[in-house]
């Protein structure tokens, strides 16, 4: 993937057939050093057919009411060897299953052709008690099932999403503390491209909509990993890169995140917003750190940000001051993930006096307790610098 360079005065700068439930380890009140509780493995009791295989999904829902109900789901076998009838399977509290198939509009289980690597339902409950299942889509038309209330059928609703008559692929969706879901795909069947995109359901009005196209680039196609919503209302996804149409070699694990408050995404743009970046240019962006991009609490932030500087030119020139201004990432070796940003101004205030100037470098580093301080931009894999351009 070709790496951004200067941008001057420019646009916006373990799931398999069980689930696994935790039991308290004898004596774990009294033992702090026993917090790790024993294991019990119980497995979901109906037919599995051999299509659940895939890493593209999350078939798992849980909702605590008078205690815990637990969701899956997952494909049964079909009416022949090569195809799947995809279903749910309900945990109440007291430890009893019940079955929930997902109806075609003629009351009969839907079922699909076998596709391994592409079959597997995700599913999510919204805050309504509405279960929400994608499943089975290669670039297919969505296949989409919900239920209208809490206990009633999953029924198709397919035709609700918007986007229709595309190729979807690689479901992952996820629930909002808010009671709202979020969903993620690769959407269309171009040879040349095959972008990622974001929707949300708004279940106050139980409808959904576009949030954006959030990784779209030419000859590449994307695959969303995995996707979740943090307690502030955050939305954080991970995704690959291959090289399109379609290959089984990703690279360049990318992340971003999304604020729903403010509408912005992660991706840090090389001339932020404030000064007129373009956050779609993708020669305007850089995969980067949130601490390296803006002001964050705790012990894992950075004194210098890019939000700073950026609010410095943008204080500077409604002074009325004139500023030359510059953001360049900085890479080591072949990486196509910074290591840093080089920022720098020189302004000229009204008088011909000196104005805002600056000449920093921001590290593109992240703090976690497990590891520390590390930078993003100097990784290796197997003693070779990753990612790199033209990785497949």
């Keep these: 993937m070709r790496r951004p360079t200067v941008r001057t005065y420019t646009a916006w700068a373990a799931v398999m057939a069980a689930l696994l439930l935790p039991a308290p380890a004898a004596g774990a009140e009294t033992a702090p050093a026993a917090a790790a509780a024993a294991t019990v493995i119980e497995k979901v009791p109906y037919a599995m057919d051999a299509s659940n295989q895939a890493a593209w999904w999350t078939p798992v829902a849980t909702y605590k009411g008078r205690g815990q109900y637990t969701y899956f789901a997952f494909n049964e076998p079909g009416s022949t060897a090569a195809t799947h009838r995809p279903a749910l399977a309900r945990r109440d509290p007291d430890g009893a299953w019940s079955r929930l198939p997902l109806l075609n509009g003629d009351g009969q289980q839907a079922e699909f052709p076998d596709d391994n690597g592409h079959n597997q339902p995700s599913a999510a409950r919204d805050g309504s008690g509405r279960l929400h299942v994608f499943t089975s889509m290669h670039a297919d038309s969505w296949r989409y099932f919900r239920t209208e209330a809490p206990g009633g059928d999953v029924t198709d609703h397919a035709s609700e999403l918007p986007d229709q008559g595309v190729g979807i692929t690689y479901p992952v969706v996820t629930t909002a503390p808010n009671g709202d879901l979020y969903l993620a795909a690769r959407v269309g069947t171009g040879l040349d491209r095959r972008p990622g995109k974001l929707y949300r359901w708004d279940n106050a009005n139980s409808r959904w909509s576009v949030v954006a196209t959030f990784a779209s680039a030419l000859y590449r196609s994307v695959y969303p990993d995995d996707l979740t919503v943090d307690a502030s209302g955050r939305v954080h996804?991970?995704?690959?890169?291959?090289?399109?149409?379609?290959?089984?070699?990703?690279?360049?694990?990318?992340?971003?995140?999304?604020?729903p408050s403010t509408g912005a995404s992660n991706n840090c743009h090389l001339l932020g917003k404030q000064l007129g970046g373009s956050g779609t240019d993708l020669a305007n962006l850089a995969t980067c750190t949130r601490p390296a991009n803006t002001h964050v609490d705790g012990p894992g932030r950075l004194q210098d940000t890019m939000v700073k500087y950026e609010d410095r030119v943008e204080a500077a020139v409604s002074r009325g001051e004139v500023v030359r201004y510059t953001v360049e990432p900085v890479y080591a070796g072949p990486r196509t993930v910074p290591v840093a940003f080089h920022m720098k101004a020189e302004g000229v205030a009204p008088g011909n006096l000196p104005g805002e100037r600056f000449d920093v470098l921001v590290p593109n580093s992240l703090n976690t307790q497990k590891s520390g301080w590390k930078n993003f931009g100097i990784v290796n894999y197997k003693g070779l610098p990753v990612p790199i351009g033209g990785m497949s």
Aim: proline letters at 4%.
């Design 237 to 259: 996804l991970l995704y690959e890169w291959a090289k399109a149409p379609a290959t089984a070699f990703r690279h360049q694990l990318s992340y971003l995140s999304y604020d």
